[in-house]
Nanobody
Framework: QAHLVESGGGLVQPGGSLRLSCAAS????????VSWFRQAPGKEREAVAV????????YYLRSVKGRFTVSRDNGNNMAFLQMNNLEPEDSAVYYC??????????????????WGQGTQVTVSS
């Protein structure tokens, strides 16, 4: 059975950093496009960063570009989101998701088959 498990969330001060990890089991993550979504209270879930299966193509939400970096380790069935210079507006539950259609960098949550349970990121002083 396919599972995604996120880790690495927590409480951090503005300007701080966190590294989120996404571990896959039950399927080969390297065959999927991987995305990190986030959802803040009262807001819609949005795609923050997307990485192609071959790692060479990425997409970033404009508000995080230059601060966040998405990466993956296909050999270990994992993906990562490095978040630097965090802002209070980045506070949300962060989810990783996998899309079997490797031809696209999808940003709609309906395009993703597998989801993790989410990890909370809180940026506050």
């Amino acid at each position: 059975q396919a599972h995604l498990v996120e880790s690495g969330g927590g409480l951090v001060q503005p300007g701080g950093s966190l590294r989120l990890s996404c571990a896959a089991s039950g399927f080969t993550l390297g065959s999927y496009t991987v995305s990190w979504f986030r959802q803040a209270p009262g807001k819609e879930r949005e795609a923050v960063a997307v990485i192609s299966y071959h790692t060479t193509t990425t997409y970033y939400l404009r508000s995080v570009k230059g601060r966040f970096t998405v990466s993956r380790d296909n050999g270990n069935n994992m993906a990562f989101l490095q978040m630097n210079n965090l802002e209070p507006e980045d506070s949300a539950v962060y989810y990783c998701a996998a899309d079997s259609d490797r031809s696209r960098l999808a940003r709609s949550e309906s395009d993703y088959e597998f989801w993790g349970q989410g990890t909370q990121v809180t940026v506050s002083s």
